[in-house]
């Protein structure tokens, strides 16, 4: 697993250096958009069954405020619509970045 390095806002966007020497950019209505937050993503329970999340929506105008490191494993941003929950594992940042 790739860790963080350096974790900065740049104008509207999240900067990521990992341990490798690579960079990922984030704008927050992207990050805002891909939460994996059972608000977004749904849950299921052990029948399959989902509930809730309508998949991804448009959050124009939504910045990240701040951040927090979970573990050696995740981060979780704050959103300025108030959002905040949702753990961003590292592996997932990267898939993100690499579909951009």
């Known amino acids: 697993m790739k860790n963080p ?3 900065q806002l740049i104008g509207e966007e ?5 341990d490798d020497g690579s960079e990922s950019y984030f704008t927050g209505e992207r990050l805002r958009a891909a939460s ?9 329970d052990i029948f399959g ?3 809730g999340g309508g998949g991804a929506k448009k959050f124009a105008g939504v910045q990240v405020t701040g951040w927090e490191r979970i573990g050696n494993y995740a981060l979780r941003f704050d ?3 108030g959002h905040r929950t949702g ?6 940042l990267r898939k993100l ?3 951009a």
């Open 87 to 92: 753990l961003y594992s590292f592996d997932y």
């Open 79 to 81: 959103f300025s619509d």
């Open 49 to 51: 069954n989902q509930y």
């Open 36 to 44: 994996p937050s059972a608000e977004t993503q749904g849950e299921r």
């Open 5 to 7: 390095v350096n974790i």
């Open 97 to 99: 970045s690499d579909e």
């Open 14 to 18: 999240v900067a990521i250096v990992w």
